[in-house]
Nanobody, 124 residues
Framework: QVQLVESGGGLVQTGGSLRLSCAAS????????MAWFRQAPGKEREFVAT????????YYTDSVKGRFTISRDNAKNTVYLQMNSLKPEDTAIYYC?????????????????WGQGTQVTVSS
């Protein structure tokens, strides 16, 4: 069973930056699409960003456009989320996800593999 392991979360002040990483446990695992979701307390898990296999196609939810950047290194089976200009409303548990199919999808139900999550807290 492939596992995704996130890291890089933490506590940061408003306007600060964090870089999340997500590594797959198997070197041969190479999903077509990888994504980041987040879930704040009392809220549904929501889509943040997705990236295609080659990295040529990315898509972001409106609230993070211009502040977050998703990227991937297929040689390392790792996907990243660079988060700049963080706001208190970005506070959530951030989850890495992967799916074998291509295409830009923002639905969490279309993703097969999930990480355990990493906490991001932005203080005001």
């Amino acid at each position: 069973q492939v596992q995704l392991v996130e890291s890089g979360g933490g506590l940061v002040q408003t306007g600060g930056s964090l870089r999340l990483s997500c590594a797959a446990s198997e070197r041969t695992f190479s999903p077509d699409t990888m994504a980041w979701f987040r879930q704040a307390p009392g809220k549904e898990r929501e889509f943040v960003a997705t990236i295609s296999r080659t990295g040529a196609t990315t898509y972001y939810t409106d609230s993070v456009k211009g502040r977050f950047t998703i990227s991937r290194d297929n040689a390392k089976n790792t996907v990243y989320l660079q988060m700049n200009s963080l706001k208190p409303e970005d506070t959530a548990i951030y989850y890495c996800a992967a799916r074998p199919g291509g295409g830009t999808t923002t639905s969490r139900y279309q993703y097969t593999y999930w990480g355990q999550g990493t906490q991001v807290t932005v203080s005001s």
